[in-house]
C-alpha cells in the first residue's frame, strides 16, 4: 500500500520535472535566426568559436524583440515600444546588430557580401533599449573621456602622470604622453576617442581581407567616443556576445574600473557585510530574473542592486525603478574630487566653472559651485531613493543611524583635505614648490592621495561599511600620516 | 531482459530519489510558527522582506529547539541542556528570540503591541546556545572594545590616527577624536558601546513610530557593548537572519575585520595552497554538516576548520572540539603588540601590567610580562590541539618541520622590530622626535608599521604558508625598506 | 492521450538518466587498487583522513593507466607510450607512486614494511607523464631555484632583502640571511633544496617512527630541488593527493607566486574582462575537459587557457598544442629583470652573460645580451602562437591593436625604468649612495621598485587590459612619483 503510494508520488514528481523540463527546452530550441545571421555564424564558428559560443548562449539568440514585447511591464527587457518590422521576429543576432544605422558609422565596411559595422554603438542598442540608452547619454559615465580630456584640470593631471620622463642633467624633463599610455591607464576605464583612418588589409587564415583602420582600438571604456559618434560601451558592463544581466549585476564587473587606491568601491564592497554574504551564498542566488525580488533572489545587495536595477518585493510591489544613470540613487558624490560635494546637475562635468574659473565642483578651499550642482531638494530626493533600498532589509532607526554617520564622515574627510591643501599653500607661498604645475612634485603628489586616495577610501567605507578603508588601509591611518609626512618634508626642504 | 533490468533499476532509483526529496520537503515544511512570530511575519513582509526571506530559509525557521535537543552529541548545534518550555516546540523566530530577558534591555520598546528588543544579544542566544557564548565571553573578542578603550596605550593609538587636524601656523594640530570616525574604523570591527538615549520618533510607510533612541549603532563588532550589558555581537560572524553556519564557515567572513595591512590573515590564507584550493573546490564541499568531516566535507581547511570547527574523521571520531573562544588553539599571540608573545591567560588584555607599568605583553624592548601570559605547559597543549588539526592531512615530519620554520620566524621577525626600536630610541635620545606622544610623529609612524604591519604579514605569512607576505607584499622587502628609511630619515633630520 | 505521452516521455527521460547515473557509477566504482595500496589506505584512513578521501576523489583513484592509453591523442591525459607492466591494471594509488625509482631517492625509507619515498618527485611522475616532464625540465620554472642561487646579482638582492639587521652604533648591520627567511619568501615559490641529513625519530599516535630528516621541507616551489636530484614539484599546481586538472586550470593557483607588487599576474587578471566574466561565470564551465574547447568548454580564458593548455574548436580542430614550458607561448619577457627582453633561449638564467659581465639579459642601461636570447624569428613564432589563442575569441584588427599597444608600452616603460637608472648613477658619482651593494639603500630601494614592481605592472596591465595597475595602483602614477621622489631624496641628501 504504501509502496503504490511512493510510486504514484513518483509519478507526480516525475510528471512535474518532466513538464519543467520540456518548458526549458521550449526556450532552448529558440527563435529562428536570420539567413543572414545564420551565414555569419557558419562562417564565423570557425574562425572565432568564442564569441558564437558565447551568443549562442546567450538570451539574444534565444528570444526575438517580438517575445520581449509581450512581456508585462515589470519583467520587460527591453524598452522600445516600437521595433523595426524586420528584426522584430528572429533572434537578435550578428547581422541585427553589426548592420544597424550605417549611415553614420565610419567603421562600416564591406565584408563577405555584407555591410557590417565594427562596432555596436550605444545608438544601435538603442533601437530595443531605448530607455537605457537615453538615461546613460546623460550620465556621467558617458562623458567620461570628455571629463577627462575637456577639463583642463583633470587633462594637466592625466598629462602629467602619464607623461614620458627623461633625465636631463639631473632634472626630470616630461615629454608629452602618448595616446598608447593614456589609452592603457586613464583612457582604459573613461574610454577612448576611436578614430577611422581609413582602411587596411589584414592577413587572416581566409586571406587579406580589408577592414577599417581605427585608432585606439581595441577599448570598452564606459565613455568612448564611436565611429558613429555616440557615447559609450554597453559591453563595457555587458561584455562580449552573452550581453549578460548576470554579470552585469554582479560586482566584479564594476570592480574593473572602480578598485582602490582612487575608487575603491568593489574594495570596500568586498570587505563589508554585505560582500561577505555574497561571497558565501552568491551560487544559490537568482541571477536572471527580471524584475529582481529582494529576498527571494538576493539576500544581500551588490553594485547593481542598490545603484540602477529595477527592485521589486516578493509579492511584486515595486521598491526602486531600473536606471542606467548609475548616480539617479546619489546625492553626494564622493570620489574624484577634491572635495565632496551634491551631484553634478549635468553629466557634462567640464562645463562647471568654480569661483576660481576652473571646471571643478569646488574652489581650492572646498567653497560649492552650487548653481552647477543639484539643490537639497534633489538631494532628499536621490536619497530617500537609496534609503528605500536600504530599508528593504533594515529598519528605519539603522539606516538613520547609517547615513548620520556616513554625513558626518563626510564633513570629517573634507576638513582632512583642508589641512593638507593648506600645508600646500603654504609651501607654494614658501617657494618649497612651484605651483605653476600643481601635480607634478613630491609634495603635490602627497596632496593628490590625500584627497583622491585616502578622503575617496574613508567616504566609500563609510558609504558601504567596510571597515578596513577607514582605518589602516587608505583610510585615517593614512590620512594622518600623509599630513604628517607632508609638514616633514616641509620642514626639510626649508632647512 | 536488460530493457527491464534498466526499468527496474529507474523505479528503485526514483524511489530512493523520492524519498529523500520526501524527506527534505518534510524539513522544508517545517515547524509551527508561533502566533506572535507570524503576526511579526505577517507585517514585516512588506515592510523588511529581505529579512522575511533571509529567516524562511534559515535552519531557525526550520526547526525548533526541541528537535535540536533530539540529535546526538557531536550533531548537535544547540548546548543548553535544557531551554524554556514556551520555546520548546516553535519556530525560532522574531518573537522567540527579540523578546527575551526583557528587563535588562535598555533597548526594549513597545512596538505594535509587543515588547521587543532592537538588538539579540549573546545574551540573549546564550538560552539555547549556551557553551558559546560562555567561551565567547572569556576571549579577547569579548573584550575588544575595552581592549581599545581601557588600555591606556591602544587608546592612545587610535585617538592619534582618528583625531581630526588642523593646520594653524604652519603646524598640525590634533583635536579630539569624534566617536564617528572611531565607530566607522577600529571601532567597526572591535565593536562600539551602543548607549540607550531614550526614546525618538521616527517617519515610516505606517507612520510615525516611537523608537529607542541608540548611539553608535548600528555596529557588528566582535566587542560590542550591548544595551542589556552584554559584549559581543554574534552577527559579526552569523550575520543577520540566517545566522548561517555556511556564512561563518567561510573565509570571507573572517576577511572583514583580519586583512592587510595590520591583520593580513585572509590576505595570507588566499594566497596560501589553503585557499587556492578551497577558491578551486569550494562549490563542491558540505559547508552544513555537524560534525564537519575532514576529507569528506572538505579537502582544504578554511579558517574555522583550523580555529575553532568541531571535526571529525570520515568515521566520526572526534579530531578537535568546538570552540568559541579563538584563540584556544593558538599558543603565541602574533599581531596586534610590539612584539609577539604567548598568548594571554584573560581576554582582558587591558589587565596586563608589565615591567614599565604599561599594559602590554612585552616591555619597549621585548621582555615578556610572563605572569600574565600562558605558560609553557599550556603553550605546549594548544599547539598539540593545533598540530592535530594539520596532522589530518599532513605527516608528523611534515608538520614538525612547518612549526619549527614558524618558530624562528617569530625569533627573526621580533628583532627586525627590536632593531627599529633601538633607531626610534636613537631619535628619542637626540631630539629628533618627541617622546610625549609615541605615535604621531613619521619617525614614529614609521616604527609602528614595522610591527603592526610587516613584522605581523612575515609571521602571518609563515604560519599559513603565504609567500608573497613574506616576501614583496608587507614582508621581508618591508621590514628592510622600513628600517632603512627610518635610518635615513634620522640621518636627514639630524644634518 | 497527452497525459500517456507525457509519462512515455517520463519513462525515456527516466531511461537516459539512469543510464547517465550508471555509466558515471562504473566510474565511480572504478578500477582495482593494488594489494599494497589498499594496505596503505586501511591504516591512513585513520591517520591521515584528509589525503585518503582527497585521493579517492582524484581521477588518479578512478582510472588505470591502461584506461589512459586507451583514449584518443586529443583525450590522452597521460603522454608516455609504454607504462610498467605492473602499473597498467591498477589505480594510480600510494603505492604506485611513492616507490617508483627509489634508488636515487635519499628520502627512500622503511615504513611498516614497504620502502616508501617522501616526496613524488616530477621524474617519478615522468613515468607516464613524460612529455610534461621533459618540458618542464627546459623551463625557467624547473631551474627557480637555481636562477636566485647561482646568479651573484639576484642572490645578492635575496640575501639583502632577506638578512636578519641590527642596529649597533647608529648603522644597520646586515647578518647573514638564515635559511628559514629565504625558506618562507622569495624560496617558497621558487623552492628549495630538499636536503636529507639522515633518519630521525618523530612521536606519532602509533608510537616513535623512523623517518629521514629533510632540511627546507615542506615545501612546494616550482624549482625545488628534491632528494632524487630531480628539479620541480607538481604539486605546485596540482597540489596534494587530487592532482586536479581544475585546481590547475584556475587562476588562483597560479595566484600563489604570481602576485603584485613584484609579479601581478594574477591582480590584472582579475581585474580584466576576462578575469570579469570568469569571477561571473565560472561556476557554468567544464573545467575538467581534455581536450578544452573554447567557447564550448569556458567562455573567457585563464591564465592556463592562454598560456599551456591544449585548446581545441567546439569541432574539435586544434588550436594550440599543451605545454607545461610556461614561456613557450611567450615571446618577450616583461618581468623580473631591469629592463624588457626577449625571451631567454634557456630556462637556465643564470647562464647568461652581458656586456658587463653580469648575469642578467641586459646591461645596466639596456643594452641586450642577444645571443642568449631567442631572436626575431622565434619571437614571431611565439606571437603567432599566443594570437591564435586571442583569435577564436577576437578579430584580427583587435588583436592587432592590442599587441601593437603593448609593443609600445613595453619601450615607454622601459624609459622610465632608465630615468631612474639615471638618477641613481648621478647618486653614486656624487657619492650620495654606495655602489658596493646597489640593494640595500632607500635610493637603490627606489630604483628597484621602479622595474621589480612598476613597470612590471604596467607591462601586465597593458598585456592582459587590467587597467587599473596601468594607472594609480603600481603604474604610471608610481613611475612617475617613484622617480620624483628619487630625484627629490638625492636633492635632500646633497644638500
Known amino acids: 500500500m504504501k509502496r503504490i503510494l511512493v510510486v504514484l508520488l513518483c509519478l ?101 557580401g555584407y555591410q557590417v559595422n565594427v562596432i555596436v554603438s550605444p545608438n544601435d542598442c538603442k533601437t530595443c533599449h531605448s530607455a537605457e540608452a537615453e538615461q546613460y547619454s546623460d550620465s556621467k559615465k558617458a562623458h567620461a573621456l570628455d571629463i577627462l580630456q575637456k577639463n583642463p584640470v583633470y587633462n594637466s593631471l592625466v598629462e602629467t602622470i602619464t607623461s614620458l620622463k627623461e633625465v636631463n642633467d639631473n632634472k626630470i624633463v616630461h615629454l608629452k604622453a602618448s595616446d598608447n599610455a593614456k589609452w592603457e591607464s586613464c583612457y582604459a576605464c573613461h574610454g577612448t576617442r576611436i578614430n577611422f583612418r581609413g582602411s587596411k588589409q589584414v592577413s587572416t587564415t581566409l586571406g587579406d581581407i580589408d577592414v577599417p583602420d581605427l ?55 568586498k570587505e563589508s557585510k554585505h560582500g561577505n554574504i555574497f561571497d558565501s551564498k552568491k551560487q544559490e542566488w537568482n541571477w536572471g530574473n527580471v524584475p529582481w525580488k529582494v529576498g527571494k533572489d538576493f539576500q544581500a545587495p551588490t553594485c547593481a542592486s542598490c ?18 544613470d548609475f548616480s539617479k540613487r546619489l546625492w553626494v558624490r564622493i570620489l574624484g574630487a577634491i572635495y565632496s560635494h551634491p551631484q553634478p546637475k549635468s553629466g557634462k562635468t567640464y562645463e562647471i566653472k568654480n569661483k576660481d574659473g576652473l571646471s571643478l565642483p569646488t574652489t581650492f578651499t572646498g567653497e560649492l559651485a552650487s548653481e552647477y550642482l543639484i539643490d537639497e531638494k ?45 600645508l600646500l599653500l603654504e609651501a607654494w607661498n614658501m617657494g618649497l614648490a612651484d ?15 590625500q584627497w583622491l586616495f585616502y578622503a575617496n577610501s574613508v567616504r566609500y567605507a563609510s558609504a558601504m561599511s567596510g571597515p578596513d578603508y577607514a582605518a589602516f588601509k587608505l583610510g585615517w591611518w593614512e590620512l594622518s600620516k600623509n599630513l604628517q609626512e607632508m609638514h616633514d618634508l616641509i620642514e626639510l626642504k626649508g632647512k
Chains 1, 2, 3 share one sequence.
Open 12 to 112: 507526480g514528481l516525475l510528471l512535474t520535472y518532466s513538464l519543467g523540463t520540456r518548458a526549458k527546452e521550449d526556450v532552448t530550441a529558440g527563435p529562428n535566426y536570420s539567413e543572414e545571421t545564420q551565414e555569419c555564424l557558419d562562417c564565423h564558428k570557425s574562425y572565432t568559436p568564442g564569441i558564437v559560443e558565447d551568443w549562442l548562449k546567450s538570451r539574444h539568440a534565444r528570444t526575438t524583440p517580438e517575445m520581449g514585447l509581450g512581456k508585462s511591464a515589470l519583467e520587460k527587457r527591453i524598452s522600445s515600444d516600437t521595433i523595426p518590422q524586420n528584426l522584430l521576429s528572429v533572434a537578435v543576432g550578428c547581422y541585427e546588430c553589426h548592420t544597424l544605422n550605417p549611415s553614420p558609422h565610419q567603421d562600416n565596411f564591406e565584408h563577405f
Open 215 to 269: 585608432d585606439n582600438w581595441p577599448n570598452q571604456g564606459v565613455g568612448r567616443v564611436n565611429p558613429d559618434g555616440s557615447q559609450g560601451a554597453c559591453t563595457a558592463c555587458h561584455p562580449r556576445h552573452s550581453f549578460s544581466i548576470e554579470i552585469a549585476r554582479k560586482p566584479h564587473t564594476c570592480a574593473q574600473c572602480h578598485l582602490e587606491p582612487d575608487v575603491p568601491g568593489y574594495n570596500v564592497y
Open 307 to 324: 545603484h540602477n536595477s529595477l527592485l521589486v518585493t516578493p509579492d511584486e510591489e515595486e521598491i526602486v525603478s531600473r536606471t542606467h
Open 378 to 422: 534633489e538631494q532628499t530626493f536621490r536619497q530617500t531613493e537609496m534609503k528605500k533600498v536600504c530599508q528593504t532589509c533594515h529598519g528605519t532607526s539603522w539606516v538613520g543611524g547609517h547615513f548620520a554617520k556616513f554625513n558626518n564622515t563626510i564633513v570629517e574627510s573634507d576638513k582632512m583635505v583642508l589641512a593638507a591643501t593648506q
Open 435 to 449: 605651483q605653476s604645475n600643481p601635480f607634478d612634485e613630491a609634495l603635490e603628489q602627497k596632496w593628490i592621495a
